[in-house]
T-cell receptor, first 114, second 117 residues
Framework: GAVVSQHPSWVICKSGTSVKIECRSL??????MFWYRQFPKQSLMLMAT?????????EQGVEKDKFLINHASLTLSTLTVTSAHPEDSSFYIC??????????FGPGTRLLVL | AQKVTQAQTEISVVEKEDVTLDCVYE???????LFWYKQPPSGELVFLIR??????QNEISGRYSWNFQKSTSSFNFTITASQVVDSAVYFC??????????????FGKGTRLSVIA
């Protein structure tokens, strides 16, 4: 299967700081990338869909000004959690796909906001 | 709206037992994909299978098998001769098939499988 990486794998930060998470498709060009959030013992919830070179489409209830998504190239998308608060602590997972192909997921980033 | 229901929250089995994980879905799309993913304790989602709604043939891959029944909107997953390494959370997911490719996955709530030695 295709390889998707995420960096960092975990991050601890103080409340009020901003955190950037990178998602890269390593061996294919991803036309679409997705960002999900998963709270402990819960399912994955889609946050936003991004296509290279265009603005991300956010799901209802997800603040676009708080969760900034940039899809600068066909292999890189970034999620920036701005002014993070403890309630933003979660497991963030990205996925990437090329056209109609299967979505492949990154290993996830665990964010803990103190 | 699309919805995936995994009624089994947690299952425990003894090693070498067979276990079936249930998945029932709802969609108004006439064509769609169904998926199963495995999430071990490390957190990474591991792709197991993708099934096109046109293809109702059951599939077997080693100890894994999948039973797709369009008439009952179910896509069940069976592990035969379970092993401790099968312990994980298993997610069933659904997506539409759009030409644009912007088809996010709708996940079920997952079934936590514990295989006891």
């Amino acid at each position: 299967g295709a390889v998707v990486s995420q960096h960092p794998s975990w991050v601890i930060c103080k409340s009020g700081t901003s955190v950037k998470i990178e998602c890269r498709s390593l061996d294919f060009q991803a036309t679409t990338m997705f960002w999900y959030r998963q709270f402990p013992k819960q399912s994955l919830m889609l946050m936003a869909t991004s296509n290279e070179g265009s603005k991300a489409t956010y799901e209802q209830g997800v603040e676009k000004d708080k969760f900034l998504i940039n899809h600068a190239s066909l292999t890189l998308s970034t999620l920036t959690v701005t002014s993070a608060h403890p309630e933003d602590s979660s497991f963030y997972i990205c996925s990437a796909k090329r056209g109609q192909e299967t979505q492949y997921f990154g290993p996830g980033t665990r964010l803990l906001v103190l | 709206a699309q919805k995936v229901t995994q009624a089994q929250t947690e299952i425990s089995v003894v090693e070498k037992e067979d276990v079936t994980l249930d998945c029932v879905y709802e969609t108004r799309d006439t064509t769609y994909y169904l998926f199963w993913y495995k999430q071990p304790p490390s957190g990474e989602l591991v792709f197991l299978i993708r099934r096109n709604s046109f293809d109702e043939q059951n599939e077997i891959s080693g100890r894994y098998s999948w039973n797709f029944q369009k008439s009952t909107s179910s896509f069940n997953f069976t592990i035969t001769a379970s092993q401790v390494v099968d312990s994980a959370v298993y997610f069933c997911a659904l997506s539409g098939i759009w030409n644009s490719g912007n088809t996010p996955l709708v996940f079920g709530k997952g079934t936590r499988l514990s295989v006891i030695a």
